[in-house]
């Protein structure tokens, strides 16, 4: 009876059209959470963790991931589904071309074109900023290390006046066909060329520069634009400012993480600025105009008379600018009450007067409503 076995897309948690950074990415995820490491006895995180890399293994590998699109677990598992007298010893993976030997061709099943052009790949990093400057936007250069086009040789990895060959062997299709016996009689299968690595051309005279490869790594400072409103966690990307493509494909992006400092005052949700503010007793009691900061700078407020601890009131339009340019958010402020402290004699006698005046109920209109309750 055939093996069981999950899809590889279904257990990295990616959709079949994932690019190679998505797969790797996710990889990565699932691989720290179930490490054994990190869960030490807990037998059913191991056995995921073996799981995420048995698909990560396969979807890494593109063309293993080919032959896994085509023919799911049987064309990369030589021992899926085996079973009878068969042995298990047929490679699996070479079921596009026993199909193209049958049916004269095998569309699917062929490799993609190694000469073909490949977007370059893109690079991830972070960036710091403050507060403020997630707040109204700002410029920022970056360092960025990648792989860069050879100016010696233009990308091509051969020596300046030459040019790659084509494979004698593949004729630059960068794979050979091989007839080999099984038990289920003779195929003919492929594999990549084994003169020309799969490349389908061969340097004869390599770049001294980048020996080859047609890149070299280079640093290169590059202006950021961080949006206004741009919050704790967001990326912003930047079309091809990634590694070089190959043969002739087009650079990748560079995505930018952001990651905002805690402000000292300010708390953020959303676009909305929260704010605390302390306040004295007299000030509570008797009204004061105040200085509130904002992120545009100092406004006055006039805080009305009994105003209670922890009452909050808005300063319109003073929060963060919308990511989408569409208006700004506003500012709460929420003001508590300080208890004096240290009192001299004196200012405790004063205090007990007035509290004698105020009597019993006096104007607490919240203790009244308390106790109220309470009975």
Known sequence: MAEQKRDYYEILGVSRGASDEEIKKAYRKLAKANHPDLNPGDAAAESRFKEINEAYEVLSDSEKKARYDQFGHAGVDPNFGAGGGFDGSFDFGDLGDIFGSFFGGFGGGRRANPN???????????????????????????????????????????????????????????????????????????????????????????????????????????????PAGIDNGQTISIRGQGSAGKNGGPAGDLLITITVRPHELFRREGTSVLLKVPVTFTQAVLGAELEIPTIDGKVKYDLPEGTQSGATFRLKGKGIPSINGRGRGDQYVTVYIETPKGLNREQKDALKKFAESMGESGTFEERKKFFKKKK
């Open 116 to 226: 073909a052009p490949q977007r370059g790949e893109s690079i991830r990093m972070s960036l710091t900023i403050s507060f403020e400057e997630a707040a109204f936007g700002c410029e920022k250069s970056v360092a960025v290390e990648r792989a860069e086009a050879c100016s010696t040789c233009q990308g091509t990895g051969c020596a300046p006046g030459t040019a790659p060959e084509v494979c004698s062997e593949c004729h630059g299709t960068g794979t050979v066909q091989v007839r080999r016996q099984t038990p289920m009689g003779i195929f003919a299968t492929t594999s990549a060329c084994p003169r020309c690595g799969g490349r389908g051309k061969i340097i004869q005279q390599p770049c001294k520069d980048c020996r080859g490869t047609g890149a070299i790594r280079g640093r290169k400072t590059i202006q950021a634009s961080i």
